[in-house]
């Protein structure tokens, strides 16, 4: 019986060796949380970095912004540069354009659709940074259920062999059991740092997006203060 203990303690302690003697069922599963962690992990690394690049960037850039004393030559610069803060720039000056080309200005007119267009690049810049976050939000929900569903089906195997064997034994029982806590350990690793990371990457997104609206209210105000000059 001591024998039988060791030589299932040696196989609960093994990740290949559980993977190996596991049902294909609970195979499939591992190998689904597995290629689930690696993806969520290259979500985080290169969304990570990513967000870290734009709100640096962003910061140069509003920071250049408001240093300079011509927005027209600025805009001629850095019009076109690649970042959330320089597309919602680009859709205030254009319409500012549009609008005031015209004999007869209205001013009313002209602030709204100013604050209604540069919201809306506000807006769509976060949704195209958000897209991969869905992916985190699906694993972080769903990784442990698929996890349990793998620990359920490795435990209705080791009755099985029970049934089978007509023996309760730790050898019978072991070899189930382990690649059942091991299916729910795979999946408790591809869920926890998703959960994490979407947490972390909304709250960083959020803050984002109260940085482009606060740099589109100013802009406005700005522009706001251009008609009171015309009128």
Do not use: C
């Amino acid at each position: 019986m001591d024998q039988l203990f060791v030589n299932a303690d040696a196989a609960t302690l093994s990740p290949i060796g559980l993977f190996l003697q596991a049902d294909w069922v609970v195979k499939l599963v591992m190998l689904g949380l597995l290629f689930a962690s690696i993806w969520t992990w290259a979500i985080i690394i290169g969304f990570g970095m990513r967000l870290r690049r734009i709100v640096a960037q962003s910061d140069q850039y509003e920071h250049d912004f408001w240093k300079a004393t011509d927005v027209d030559r600025f805009y001629e610069r850095n019009g076109q540069d690649d970042v959330p803060i320089a597309r919602i720039l680009d859709a205030g000056l254009k319409e500012w354009r549009r609008s005031t080309a015209a004999k007869k200005v209205d001013a009313e007119g002209v602030r709204s659709r100013l604050a209604t267009l540069m919201a809306s690049a506000s807006a769509a810049e976060i949704d195209q940074l958000s897209g991969r976050l869905n992916v985190l939000a699906t694993v972080g929900s769903v990784a442990p259920f698929v996890g349990l569903f793998g620990t359920v089906w490795g435990i209705m195997r080791s009755f099985t062999a029970i049934a089978a064997e007509q023996n309760s034994s730790l050898a019978v029982v072991a070899p189930g059991i382990a690649e059942a806590l091991f299916a729910t350990a795979i999946g408790l690793f591809a869920a926890i740092p998703a959960v994490i990371a979407y947490n972390r990457f909304s709250h960083g997104l959020n803050r984002l997006e109260a940085r482009l609206l606060r740099f589109a209210d100013k802009f406005h105000a700005t522009l706001s203060r251009e008609l009171d000059g015309e009128a």
